[in-house]
């Protein structure tokens, strides 16, 4: 096991990660731990809303497992693929801040045996249809894939995902459902930088004029609260954010306040009132996503 394994050492104080880039050895590792487990999937070049994920899983009791793997099937675009960050060295440093206890990364033919077809097919009615769905063809059924895929090897007893892509813990919460698989999903809420703006990876690659612009994107979202808490319609509430993003110099895709179970759109707050016959969850969730630029940013509030 050792040679596919390797420690990471913190320099102060010993903290020992153990890296795995093959499965079988991760495998033989994990049904030697005895606490439960606590996975937070991620792409890498992590920031403090990667590395939280972690900190609830130590918090919860549980043995931490990162992993980091840019999915290819989730890429819509081959040039996203190609563009995006790989910062493996800086990544590994960041987990053993946490005391991540094992990262998993594998290269694309551990996770895709050749000659296996591993796609998920299921129906996750309009749950990935709608808001990034619509943008972002395939993007879903990708995630899914590779989250099964994951979930499959690992086997965590808790899994850690953010708010941040509130469309996707939707979406995952419910194939977790239809497979009933045995994990419990954990909603991490969405952490910021100081002036409001969601961290994400794509963040340092905004001009500076971008970068300086995007705070508007969390203003507007909670703008639109207040304003829902005000009894203003959804119609309303839309064209106003809209508007503010655009004027910002930011170009809103889209701008929806949803039910935060179904993702259906909603009309007014009266929608969102707890319904045993609707199955309404009594939350709701303003999503949106903008382009600042040339890159392309989602946030949201519920
Ligand atoms: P990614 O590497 O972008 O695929 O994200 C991996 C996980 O980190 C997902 O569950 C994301 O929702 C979560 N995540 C990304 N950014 C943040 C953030 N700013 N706050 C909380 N969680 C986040």
């Known amino acids: ?31 030697t731990q005895t606490k439960p487990i606590g996975f937070a999937p991620t792409m890498g070049a992590l920031h403090e809303g990667h590395l939280e994920l972690i900190r609830m899983a130590k918090r919860d009791g549980c043995i931490a497992v990162a992993s980091i793997f840019v999915n290819p099937t989730q890429f819509n675009d081959i040039r996203d693929l190609e563009k ?13 801040t946490t005391h991540c206890d094992a990262l998993f990364m594998p290269a694309v033919e551990e996770v895709y045996p050749p000659g296996l077809n591993l796609t998920i097919e299921l129906d996750f009615k309009q749950l990935d249809k709608v808001m990034e769905g619509e943008f972002r063809p395939g993007h879903f059924k990708g995630m899914a894939t ?17 708010q941040k892509d509130f469309q996707q813990l939707s979406i995952v919460r419910d194939m ?17 930088e100081p002036d409001g703006l969601a961290m994400s990876s794509r963040n ?3 001009s500076p004029e971008m970068r300086a612009a995007a705070p508007i994107i969390h203003e507007t979202l909670q703008w639109a609260k207040t304003a829902l808490k005000k009894n203003h319609s959804a119609a309303e509430i839309k064209a106003e954010a809209l508007r503010r993003l655009s004027n910002a110099g930011l170009q809103p895709e889209y701008f929806e306040l ?3 179970v179904t993702l259906e759109t909603i009309q007014s707050k009266d ?3 707890f319904n045993e016959n609707t199955g309404n969850s009594g939350s709701i969730v303003a999503c949106t996503a903008v382009f600042a630029g040339d890159i392309r940013l989602i946030d949201n509030i519920i």
Request: net charge positive.
């Open 146 to 162: 590779v989250v099964n895929r994951l979930l499959e090897i690992v086997q965590p007893d808790k899994l850690y995902m953010g």
């Open 84 to 96: 995006y960050p790989r910062t493996a060295e800086k990544d590994i440093e960041l987990l053993l």
């Open 176 to 192: 977790i459902r239809q497979l009933a698989l045995p994990v419990e999903l954990v909603m991490c809420p969405t952490v910021r």
């Open 258 to 260: 949803v039910n935060g």
């Open 1 to 31: 096991m050792w040679d596919t394994a390797t420690f990471a050492i913190r320099n102060s104080f010993i903290h020992l990660m153990l890296i795995f880039k093959k499965v079988a050895d991760l495998r033989q590792w994990l049904t």
């Open 271 to 273: 929608d969102f009132l």
């Open 204 to 206: 340092v690659r905004l």
